[in-house]
């Protein structure tokens, strides 16, 4: 016996065994009928024609015969709609002694839920003869007992039913004795042997027959019984049962050789036909085996378990014989109380391990609960934890219905472990549990993530092709195939972009490359996008972008803008004689393509005719005096300017400046040797072609120069203030002011103005800004000296 268990169930539908049919299932059962003994694979009827429904239907709503006792004594071929016996049915064996053998069962259709009800009668057939207990059985009868006193012998059984079943008894013919046949109320038959005429022991002491039973059959089975009947001396009294009949009721859980009651008699007769003895009268098989009497005392105890699911009560047949042979009959009704000694059965009908996330309301399993015992022992209640998406509906009688309640995520959680309990409410309650675990399957309902919007990529210019740049990483919290990412770049926004020359990007990790060597100076930064893509079906996808930003590399010489390197004519410069300390002789001007610190520029002197006498400012190339000048010193004075950037390592350039000593800016202009003697040298038709084709490309370049400069310095006067523009980055906004301490003893301030794009090197003008009278003494002894016209131009 099961100990018992007291639950509270979180989710309780509280079901009885006996619940009304719903509105899914067939009202009127079918029925059919079918010969005990028949070979098993034997057809019964053609079930989905019965049903009216299509031959290919019961397959495809997946049907099954369910029986009420779980043993599949049927089976249903779904190909051809046929129901089929699986094995030879033994009505005995089913049902025992009831006449009407019916089993039920149950039709089960799935997608969607529907039952039948159906029933199988199962016919008897005479295949057992009568059967007497025993061979032999001895009657003791007193002689001088009157003719018609009755005398009761030993049943037959017979297995079956009906008109197959025990009918009557004959005795063989003899001239003291005949059979009477009564009728019991349960429906049996019984033999009653009657007396016809007056017995003498002295004449015959002894008589032998046989009694024989007969079933109904056609031709009918029989069994026999040799009947001894010993004539006995006279006995004038036979016992009598105080009480007839007794009834009492037994727990079914009681213990072996528990006391039941006890039967008492009484015979008024005195010394040995006074003494009685008890025993069972005509008792079956399973009276004898389950309960024993005392022979004595008349108590009768408990020999086997009983069990009320299988036999609810026993009629059983007393007898009390005196020592004179005389007997008295009496009636013992023992009735079997039910006891909870039985838990709740639960079985699996249907079950759906695996559910696809996001499906609307699915049914998972259908199940059928059974208590064998009764009452309120039989009564059940189902539940599951209240912790679970998932609903409990009673369908049929006692089957149920387990399906979703709402559509699971699998990225929540992934499987679910129902506990499916089944309660009764007997006293103590006892329970039954059945675990069912369910797969949540992935449907691709999510998109690849990023985990950043935006990535910003730095790579250092003239980079190896295929350098790793960096990574976008991107998740999918589906499963398999549906979180499997693959990466790609996105067309440019910018059509003009080459993206598909400058970076590629790895399919399966998302790692990023650089296809060729980038140039910071034609290319700061580009931005694209990159797109993750799952393998789901249909497959979706996120996208993120992605800027990289290219870092300078100090790889660009610095550009000297003036004096000019053309590989003309040098340049001299003039300085007079009188010039004080801190003269500005000229300025050395120099752009670099790099940026930040490699861009940075200082000046040095790097040679000269005569040390000492110039220097150059670091910061602005500014080339002065160092000294006064004295009449000891050379005319002509060659420099050497170093331009150096602030890169690692740096990078430089130099500038030669002819520098020449003059009394007075009314000086007539002394060529260089170094000039003189190569004119000299020089054809003089060739130089003389070569000076006008020199001067009219001068002056056609000096007026589109002027044109250009006049109209860039008025628009931009009108922008702002009459300031000329400088790009961001490379010369200050603002005028420098420099105070000159030698023949131009005024103040005097001058401005660089360069093309918009600085990277050209183009050095656009160079326009100082002298008070009025020093411009027009410079300008007569600039006239005065035409190869210092490229120096300055003046507004």
Not at 83 to 92: A, G, I, Q, S, V
Not at 159 to 170: F, I, R
Not at 190 to 209: C, G, H, I, N, S
């Amino acid at each position: 016996m099961k100990m018992p268990e007291i639950i509270q169930p979180n989710r309780q539908v509280v079901a009885f065994v006996l619940m009304v049919f719903l509105s899914q299932a067939c009202l009127e059962p079918i029925r059919y009928s079918v010969m005990e003994e028949t070979e098993s694979g034997s057809f019964i009827a053609h079930l989905a024609k019965d049903l009216g429904l299509g031959t290919g239907e019961l397959a495809t709503r997946s049907a099954r015969v369910v029986s009420d006792d779980d043993k599949q004594r049927l089976q249903l071929d779904r190909q051809t709609g046929d129901l089929l016996l699986r094995e030879k049915l033994d009505r005995e064996e089913l049902c025992g002694p009831v006449e009407l053998c019916v089993l039920h069962f149950q039709v089960l259709l799935e997608k969607p839920v529907q039952f039948f009800e159906g029933e199988l009668s199962i016919q008897d057939i005479n295949d057992h003869s009568p059967v007497f207990p025993t061979g032999e059985m001895l009657l003791k009868i007193p002689e001088n007992s009157q003719p018609g006193t009755l005398f009761p012998l030993k049943l037959a059984q017979d297995l079956d039913v009906g008109s197959n079943g025990l009918q009557k008894y004959t005795i063989n013919p003899n001239s003291h004795f005949h059979v009477l046949n009564r009728n019991h109320s349960e429906g049996k038959k019984y033999p009653d042997l009657v007396q016809d005429k007056a017995l003498d022991r002295e004449e015959q002491a002894e008589f032998t027959l046989t009694l024989t039973a007969l079933d109904g059959a056609s031709p009918p089975r029989s069994g026999t019984i040799t009947v001894r009947i010993l004539i006995m001396d006279v006995n004038d009294n036979a016992p009598e049962f105080v009480h007839t009949p007794y009834e009492v009721q037994v727990l079914e859980n009681s213990p072996l050789e528990s006391p039941i009651l006890s039967v008492s008699a009484k015979d008024r007769d005195s010394g040995n036909f006074g003494s009685i003895s008890y025993g069972f009268f005509q008792a079956s098989d399973e009276i004898k085996q389950t309960f024993s009497i005392n022979e004595v005392t008349g108590e009768i105890r408990l020999t086997k378990k009983l069990d009320f699911e299988h036999i609810k009560s026993y009629h059983v047949e007393v007898e009390a014989i005196d020592g004179g042979g005389l007997s008295g009959k009496g009636t013992v009704v023992i009735h079997v109380v039910d006891v909870n000694d039985n838990a709740p059965e639960l079985t699996i009908s249907s079950l759906t391990n695996s559910i696809p996330e996001n499906a609307p309301e699915t049914v998972v399993s259908i199940f059928r609960i059974r208590d064998k015992d009764s009452e309120d022992n039989g009564k059940m209640i189902c539940s599951i934890p209240d912790n679970l998406p998932f609903l409990l509906k009673p369908t049929f009688k006692n089957f149920y219905t387990l399906l979703t309640e709402s559509p699971l995520d699998r990225e929540s959680q992934a499987e679910y472990n129902i506990t499916i309990t089944v309660t009764d409410l007997g006293t103590p309650r006892l329970k039954t549990q059945h675990n069912i675990t369910v797969t949540v399957s992935d449907v691709n309902d999510n998109a690849p993530a990023f985990s950043q919007t935006t990535y910003t990529l730095r790579v250092r210019e003239n980079n190896s092709p295929a350098l790793h740049l960096g990574s976008v990483s991107a998740t999918d919290a589906d499963s398999g195939a549906n979180a499997h990412v693959t990466y790609s770049l996105l067309p440019p926004q910018d059509p003009q972009l080459p993206l598909a020359s400058l970076v590629s990007i790895n399919a399966d990790n998302g790692q990023l490359f650089a296809l060729r060597s980038l140039d910071y100076e034609a290319l700061q930064a580009f931005e694209f996008g990159v797109r993750a893509a799952d393998r789901g079906s249909p497959a979706l996808s996120s996208q993120a972008r992605v800027r990289v930003l290219v870092l300078d590399d100090n790889d660009n010489s610095p550009f000297v803008l003036y004096p000019p390197q053309n590989g003309s004519a040098p340049c001299t410069e003039l300085v007079p004689r009188a010039a004080e300390a801190g003269y500005l002789v000229t300025k050395v001007v120099a752009v670099d393509g790099d940026s930040g610190q490699n861009a940075w520029l200082s000046y040095q002197l790097l040679r000269a005719t005569e040390p000492g006498l110039f220097g150059v400012w670091a910061h602005n190339g500014e080339v002065r005096t160092a000294r006064l000048l004295s009449e000891r010193d050379a005319v002509k004075h060659r420099l050497v300017v170093l331009v150096k950037d602030n890169g690692e390592p740096p990078r430089s350039a130099s500038v030669t400046l002819h520098v020449l000593l003059v009394d007075g800016f009314s000086q007539p202009y002394l060529p260089l040797p170094e000039v003189a003697a190569a004119e000299a040298q020089a054809d003089p038709l060739t130089v003389y072609l070569v000076i006008a084709l020199a001067s009219v490309s001068s002056l056609f370049l000096f007026s589109v120069l002027v044109f250009v400069a006049v109209r860039l310095c008025r628009r931009s006067r009108a922008a702002s203030a009459g300031r000329c523009p400088v790009p961001e980055g490379h010369f200050p906004g603002h005028l420098v002011d420099v105070s000159g301490t030698g023949t131009l003893s005024q103040s005097y301030q001058y401005e660089v103005c360069l093309t918009g794009v600085p990277r050209t090197g183009e050095f656009k003008f160079l326009k100082p800004v002298f008070p009025n009278l020093l411009v027009e003494d410079t300008e007569r002894e600039i006239k005065e000296n035409p190869n210092c016209r490229n120096s300055f131009v003046f507004n």
